[in-house]
């Protein structure tokens, strides 16, 4: 019996001294990491803001890949969410969401755990000489309870841990992509604007340059006979495959004005998946192909005919690294 009772005093003894060390611990996680990474600013902060891009680094993507996923509001951008569902008792179930963003400046998600409460999960984006500085933060609460308090030790001590290996492989990540073709897809709004333009049916691959030099060979000898000060060359694609059903545009302030054999007129207000290519014309078709594994990925369909602006280029720049052409996808949600 006194053996019993020193073995129940030491283990009330070990309770007590528990119960003081959690009650001196705060209420709540907090984690803040951070990395510097060589790598272009969009590049980094596309990898968290495009949700999908996450399964390519987050740490616990890593322990279940076979977790369930689901995307809300296409998975990009503020309002995007992710869903996951997983038997591992490291992963569990639970939700992401961007509940706010300035591109490449911060993003801000809130995580619902069911069962395990809720938290908040923020990132920034600092230019620096070295490329970029990622600060990833966390704070969840987890109440009064000593006990779980007690347990905050070890679930600071396993995040922080998660967090610098999420934080190399976006860094693991953008090494790699420097080393491939890379895109950048924004979510815009555009207004409607104005345009001459001239429609060609069956256009193939062979005949495509010749067509597209001139039509625009006439729009701008005409637009000049008619003192209209041109704008942004671009072209719209109604149907592509074996031969393309093309339009070559300018697009202008007020096309008011009537021009012989040209057609007056005005693309309308939409949303659009919008894909900058830096470079020459040779890269346009690997864009297109990019986007259409967007599409898919993110939960939407086109919504009309595909447009290329051909912001900078020939004649007035000649050197096609500068070249900058922006692809345009038409999209509502599938």
């Given at each position: 019996m006194k053996t019993l009772k020193k073995i129940l005093l030491a283990l009330l003894g070990i309770i007590a001294i528990m119960l003081i060390i959690g009650l001196t611990q705060p209420s709540e996680i907090t984690i803040e990491r951070s990395i510097e990474i060589d790598a272009p600013l969009e590049m980094v902060y596309d990898q968290v803001n495009n949700l999908h891009n996450w399964e390519k680094w987050s740490p616990w993507h890593k322990i279940d890949t076979a977790m369930g996923l689901s995307y809300g509001n296409g998975g990009i951008g503020k309002d995007a969410s992710y869903s996951w569902t997983s038997e591992h008792k490291s992963v569990g179930s639970g939700m992401l969401t961007i509940i706010d963003s300035k591109p490449f400046e911060f993003?801000?998600?809130?995580?619902?755990?069911?069962?395990?409460?809720?938290?908040?999960?923020?990132?920034?984006?600092?230019?620096?000489?070295?490329?970029?500085?990622?600060?990833?933060?966390?704070?969840?609460?987890?109440?009064?309870?000593?006990?779980?308090?007690?347990?905050?030790?070890?679930?600071?001590?396993?995040?922080?841990?998660?967090?610098?290996?999420?934080?190399?492989?976006?860094?693991?990540?953008?090494?790699y992509l420097k080393e491939t073709t890379w895109y950048s897809v924004k979510i815009k709004e555009k207004d409607a604007w104005s345009y001459y333009g001239i429609m060609s049916e069956e256009v193939n691959m062979e005949n495509m340059q010749s067509t597209m030099e001139e039509s625009y060979g006439k729009l701008y000898g005409e637009l000049g006979k008619a003192n209209i000060e041109p704008g942004t060359a671009f072209a719209v694609y109604y149907s592509w495959g074996e031969t393309f059903k093309m339009e070559c545009g300018v697009s202008v302030q007020d096309n008011s004005t009537t021009l012989k054999n040209i057609d007056s007129k005005e693309i309308p207000k939409q949303t659009y998946a919008v894909l900058k290519l830096i470079g020459s014309y040779d890269g346009l078709m690997g864009a297109h192909e990019y986007m259409g594994e967007w599409l898919a990925a993110s939960n939407k369909k086109l919504n009309g005919p595909v447009i290329e602006k051909y912001k900078v280029g020939p004649p007035i720049e000649t050197d096609m690294d500068k070249w900058v052409t922006y692809v345009l996808y038409p999209i509502v949600e599938e």
């Open positions: 993003i801000n998600t809130t995580m619902d755990f069911g069962d395990q409460g809720t938290g908040t999960a923020n990132f920034k984006f600092v230019e620096t000489d070295a490329g970029v500085k990622v600060s990833w933060d966390m704070n969840s609460a987890i109440g009064k309870n000593p006990f779980m308090r007690l347990m905050g030790i070890m679930i600071r001590k396993s995040i922080t841990a998660a967090y610098d290996r999420g934080l190399e492989d976006i860094e693991n990540q953008c090494e």
